[in-house]
Structure formats: C-alpha cells, structure tokens
C-alpha cells in the first residue's frame, strides 16, 4: 500500500475487483509497521547495531541483533512494571536473547531449550561473553558494572504443548513467602512452543507473557488453532497447511524481488514442477522440505528437477516428460501472479491466528495487546504478543516506545 503523500502509478488499469481486495486485506490485517522509522542501529554498519556493545554482537547476525535487543528491551519494561522476580526464555537455542536479557539488562533467566547441542553451545557463548564485558571492564573501569553478574540459567527440556512443564515454573532462587513472579518469554517459539506459553500463562506463578510466534504450518490440527471459543465458533474457521505456510514468508522482502523483476522468480514455477514430478512419481509424499538449490535462475528446469529430486531422497535420474517441463516453464508468470496473490491474504491468516491467541487469552480474563515490535524489513514474524494478569493501562503505552 502507497505510504503517505506517495502516488502508485500502474502501467495497466487493475481490475477494481483486485483493487478492492488489495484494500480489504491491508485494512483487515493487523499493522505490521512499527512506530520507529527503518532501524537507525544499522546507518552507520549494517552488519552491526550501534545499540549494542561489541561483546553482545559477536556471533550475531544483524537480525538478531536487533531482536534480541528490541525484545529484551520490552521484556525488562515488562518486568519493572509487573515487579517480576524471574524471565523465562522458551526455545532459546543458543541463548542470544538470554544473555542479553541477563549479563545485558540484569534479568535474572532461565532458559528452556530442548536441543542438548545448542545448550551446550550456549553455555560456551555464555563464558566467552563474561570473558569479554570483564575485559573491557579493566579497560574502562570508569564503566564498571553495577552489582553481580548473573549468567542465564541453562536447562535442557523439550515443553510440551498439552501439559505443564514444573521446570519452566520452578524459581531459581528461594524467595519470601509472595513467592515466584515469572515472566515467560519466547523469540519465534515455532509452531506448537509458542502455544505451551499461552497455557503455562494461566499458571498463578506467571505474571506476564511476551511472545512472538512462527511457524504456524507446524502448529498441531487439532490442539494449536483455533484455541478461542470464538474462532472455534465461526463457520469455515480452519486453516488448512498451505494457509499458515504462506502466512509465515517474508512480504517486504518478496516485494523488493517483485520490484527488481530478476530471474530469481522463476524458483517458483521450478519448485511447482517439481512438485509435480514428485507427486507423480510418490504420490504419498507431499510437500517435502527441498534444501535452498543455489544459482536456480543458471540451471535449466531439468536440471533443477534432478537436483530436487535427489535432495528428497528419489531418484535423480527418473524419466522426465521435458515437454511437459517446457509447458510448466511457460507459466512462469502465472505462477509468480499466483504466489503473489497468496502473499497478499497472508497478513490475513496471520492476523486471524493471533487474533485467536488474543481472544484465548481476554476469555480467560487476562490483560493482551498486539504490538508490532521489529522491523519488517528485518525481522517478517514481527508481532509480539504481550499479556499480564492485571490492566497496565496507560503504562501498557510505553512498551510501544523505542529507547533514545
């Protein structure tokens, strides 16, 4: 959709049919734009955010630099204003998050992931990490770190989606008689995980939530949506495979490719064909993860078929009909037209889906809001999920703001 005070001139007349979904679809979608311009961590390097110190950016991308600073960022908001004695990191992999939200913020965290190598992995980022901020401690002693350092707290356990995990709601340290007040937490909990956070939030320990979600073709059919009585209750309310995997590509990046109208378009109508020769050849095998082919556009259509074909574990050299390959090349076009319009009800089957996470959550008689929180340019999946026990009110307002 044009920004404000920008004209969009077509080289056709659309059918206002097209015109008029293009509309309903933006204004039915949740926003995706964040109230902070285009991340000015990244004018003066792109590959490094100025809002981050040396020792947290190493062994980060860029997009993940500017996650983990962002969420973490809404999380220790989030805590001061719920008094939150504990963060809990769901899913976190290698501990980017955990160890800013803890040697960065001063949070204390434990975090959950079921990965024993990734842990292990994360422990050693945890020590070098240490290594480096007492480092530069000695070199600016002026700077020195007020308090102890605390380390995330690592624990290898796979949260099941369908009953409660009492490690992710046990304190790391003996409190007073109030007891745990746990923040739960997760940076692109995939598929089901993210759900797990929505049913341990009804836990009394847990005081607030801030979750971004993805993956939304892995979530279980039935038990991950709809989990609102109010979705469940609108005819045609299912969302079939294809849906929520469309709902979870990149929309301002494919509109950048669109723009530049290069040859990478043509992986589309390739893996299409694909497909094809797949179903033809295992018709019980659907929807196969294909590994990324690189420099697709430089292979002819055949070639990219014997590749894919290997990569899902059939044979490469399977008779190929090349007529009928021509005759799916020949469609190119249509098939981007086609993926295009798909991308264009995406936001809509990811709006509904959070919606319904929302609604599950205000049934209860909690407190949720929806916030655009990343960059969509760099971060897709940008819509976190915040929710707590008791109204913010107009405190909820400054979760929004981005740090000076």
């Known amino acids: 959709m044009p920004g404000e005070g ?30 902070f311009q285009t991340p000015s961590e990244f004018l003066e390097n792109p590959s490094q955010s100025s809002r981050l110190t040396a020792p947290f950016r190493k062994h980060v991308r860029p997009k993940k630099q500017h996650e983990i600073r962002r969420l973490g960022e809404l999380v220790k908001k989030l805590s001061d204003l719920t008094g939150c004695t504990q963060v ?21 965290v434990k975090s959950i992931e079921g990965d024993q190598r990734l842990v292990e992995r994360a422990q050693r980022l945890d020590q070098e990490l ?40 046990l304190p790391l340290e003996t409190l007073p008689q109030s007891g745990a007040r746990l923040l739960l937490t997760g940076l692109h909990a995939c598929g089901d995980l993210s759900v797990a956070l929505l049913r341990h939030f009804s836990c009394p320990e847990v005081v607030a939530l801030a979750s971004v979600g993805c993956c939304y073709m892995k979530l279980s059919d039935p038990g991950g949506y709809p989990l609102s009585q109010w979705v469940a209750g609108l005819p045609g309310c299912e969302l079939p495979y294809r849906l929520r995997e469309g709902a979870c590509h990149a929309l301002e990046e494919y509109a950048k490719r669109l723009q530049k109208a290069g040859p990478g378009l043509r992986t589309h109508c390739y893996r299409a064909a694909l497909e094809t020769v797949i179903r033809g050849a295992r018709p019980e095998l659907r929807r196969p993860g294909v590994q990324g082919i690189p420099r697709v556009h430089e292979l002819k259509i055949e070639e990219y078929v014997q590749r894919g074909l290997q990569r899902v574990g059939l044979d490469p050299q399977l008779p190929l009909n090349l007529a009928a390959l021509r005759a799916h090349q020949a469609q190119e076009n249509r098939v981007v037209a086609f993926f295009s319009l798909a991308l264009l009800l995406a936001p809509l089957v990811e709006t509904l889906i959070l919606l319904d996470r929302l609604l599950h959550l205000q049934e209860q008689g909690f407190h949720a809001e929806l916030l655009p929180i990343f960059s969509p340019e760099l971060s897709p999946r940008n819509l976190v999920l915040v929710a707590t026990k008791r109204p913010l009110g107009e405190a909820f307002s400054l979760l929004e703001t981005e740090h000076s």
């Open 6 to 35: 920008e004209v969009v001139r077509y080289r056709s007349v659309w059918p206002l049919s097209l015109l008029a979904l293009k509309s309903t679809a933006c204004a039915l979608a949740f926003t995706r734009t964040p109230g």
């Open 88 to 108: 809990v990191d769901i899913g976190s992999g290698q501990g980017h998050l955990s160890r800013f939200m803890s040697l960065g913020l001063g949070l204390m």
């Open 130 to 169: 240490l290594q480096a901020l007492e480092k530069e401690e000695k070199r600016h002693p002026q700077a020195v770190h007020a308090g102890p350092r605390h380390s995330p707290h690592h624990v290898v356990r796979w949260v099941e989606p369908t009953a409660l995990c009492e490690e992710l709601l």
